[in-house]
């Protein structure tokens, strides 16, 4: 029994030591030199190392030194304005315009008086009749406007006598018959009556020396002229 169990031992060992040797490298077994070893000429790139030029491909810059990229200021970025902006600038541009209109309104109307507007003034409001007088010159070249009652729009003859005294204190009806009550009458004029028409179609103002002050008609303008039919004095100063 002993010496079965000794067979078996051995033999197992000699067919390992058998596995062994014929797994061997062919190199090992031409000890003798007689064969060539076999060996590989092919090598490979680390993947690491391919990561990391392609990372240095796609982050690499060339700038050349004269190269001028600007800043921020000189970018030609576009604006926008909000709809408040819009509406604000508008209103300023209308604004513009109506006064510009105006202002050339004004000077078309100074220009058609002679610039009869340029020489109004103020004048004392505590007047005897050369002031009321010396007042009214001053709107020569006004044009004659029906309805008219200031020196912008126009006059007509009852505007034009109500306007001028109105600025003595002195209120006038508005129509021109109804200014022929006003005052006291008298016969020998004096500069600063008012003269009304007998018929009550008219006024004006007596400046003196047998001349008038008034808003004769349509298509004329205030003037001094001759006294040219009978009129009614009235003394309100």
Same mark, same amino acid.
């Given at each position: 029994?002993?010496?079965? !169990? ?5 033999? +197992? =060992?000699?067919? *390992? ?5 014929? @797994?061997?490298? #062919? ?15 092919r ?65 078309? !109307? ?5 610039? +009869? =507007?340029?020489? *109004?003034?103020?004048v004392?409001?505590? @007047?005897?009749? #050369? ?13 004659y ?72 008609a ?20």
């Open positions: 029994m002993k010496n079965t !169990r000794k067979y078996v031992s051995m033999m +197992a =060992a000699v067919t *390992i030591c058998g596995t062994l040797f014929i @797994g061997m490298p #062919a190199a090992a077994q031409a000890s003798d030199g007689s064969e060539a070893a076999v060996t590989s000429s090598s490979f790139t680390p993947g690491s190392k391919v990561r990391a030029d392609l990372l240095t491909e796609s982050t690499a810059t060339i700038v050349e030194k004269d190269s001028h990229w600007g800043g921020v200021e000189s970018l030609n970025v576009p604006t926008t304005k909000s709809q408040a902006e819009k509406d604000a600038e508008a209103k300023a541009q209308q604004a513009q315009v109506a006064a510009s209109q105006r202002q050339a309104t004004q000077v078309s !109307r100074s220009a058609a008086r002679g610039g +009869a =507007a340029d020489r *109004i003034s103020d004392p409001a505590t @007047g005897t009749g #050369a002031n009321v007088v010396n007042y009214a010159l001053q709107f020569q070249g006004v044009p406007v029906y309805g008219g009652t200031d020196p912008v729009r126009g006059f007509d003859c009852s505007g034009f006598t109500q306007y001028v005294f109105a600025h003595f204190g002195i209120g006038l009806p508005r129509i021109a018959a109804d200014q022929g009550s006003m005052g006291v009458p008298v016969t020998d004029p004096a500069p600063g009556d008012l003269m009304v028409a007998p018929d009550g179609s008219h006024v004006g103002i007596y400046v003196g020396g047998g001349r008038m002050i008034h808003a004769p349509p298509g004329q303008s205030v003037m001094v002229q001759e006294v040219y039919q009978t009129f009614n004095y009235r003394r309100l100063v």
